[in-house]
C-alpha cells in the first residue's frame, strides 16, 4: 500500500512575500522534516499560478493583492524546499484547487493515504483537501496542522475544524 504526500503552495509569495505571514515562516522547518520523511517519489506539489492579469480576474478582484505571477520570485518554491522536491510531480494551478492533480492521484494504485501540508490552511490545503476526498471518497485524508498555516490563526483552526467535519484526520 501506498501514502502519499501533497506540499501544497509553499511559494515565495505565500511564505515572505506579497501575502507571508510570521505563521508561514514558522512553519518551513517543519514541512522540510515532512517532505525527508517520504520516498522522493511519493510527492506531489502544487503551486499557486497566476498570469499579469490576475487583477481582472475573478479572484482578483476579490484578493487584489498580486502574488504567485508566473515566472516571478514570488512565484518560485522557496529554494531550500524546492530542493527536496526535485522528483515531486509539481501541478501549476489557476485556483485553489489543483483537478489536475487530484485526477493524477486517481491514477496511482494501491493508494491508502494522502497526507496534505502547506499553504494556505483555510484556502489552498482545504480545497485540495476537500477535492481529494470527493475524488477518492475510500482513501484516508490527512492534513498535518503543524505544517501548515492560515491566513490567520482563526481561519487556520477553523479550517482544520472543516475538514475534520469532512472525515479528513488533522494531526
Known amino acids: 500500500m501506498k501514502k502519499l504526500l501533497i ?12 501575502l507571508g505571514t510570521p505563521e508561514a515562516v514558522a512553519i518551513v522547518d517543519a514541512v522540510k522534516d515532512k517532505i ?13 499560478t497566476h498570469g499579469p492579469d490576475y487583477l481582472c480576474t475573478q479572484e482578483g478582484r476579490n484578493l ?7 515566472g516571478t520570485e514570488g512565484w518560485h518554491i522557496r529554494p ?20 489536475q492533480m487530484a485526477e493524477a492521484v486517481k491514477e496511482i494504485e494501491d493508494l ?14 482545504v480545497s485540495n483537501a476537500l477535492l481529494l476526498k470527493a475524488t477518492l ?15 490567520t490563526q482563526e481561519k487556520h483552526l477553523a479550517a482544520l475544524e472543516t475538514m475534520r467535519s469532512c472525515q479528513i484526520e488533522v494531526r
Open 36 to 48: 525527508r520523511s517520504y520516498p522522493a517519489g511519493d510527492i506531489f506539489a502544487t503551486m499557486d
Open 137 to 151: 471518497p475510500e482513501v484516508k485524508i490527512s492534513v498535518d496542522a503543524s505544517c501548515c498555516a492560515g491566513v
Open 64 to 70: 487584489p493583492v498580486e502574488h504567485c505571477i508566473q
Open 80 to 99: 531550500d524546499i524546492a530542493e527536496l522536491l526535485t522528483e515531486a510531480a509539481i501541478f501549476e494551478k489557476p485556483t485553489f484547487g489543483s483537478v
Open 7 to 18: 506540499v501544497i503552495d509553499m511559494q515565495n509569495d505565500f511564505i515572505d512575500g506579497s
Open 112 to 125: 491508502e493515504e494522502i497526507e496534505l501540508i502547506g499553504l494556505c490552511t483555510d484556502i489552498c490545503v
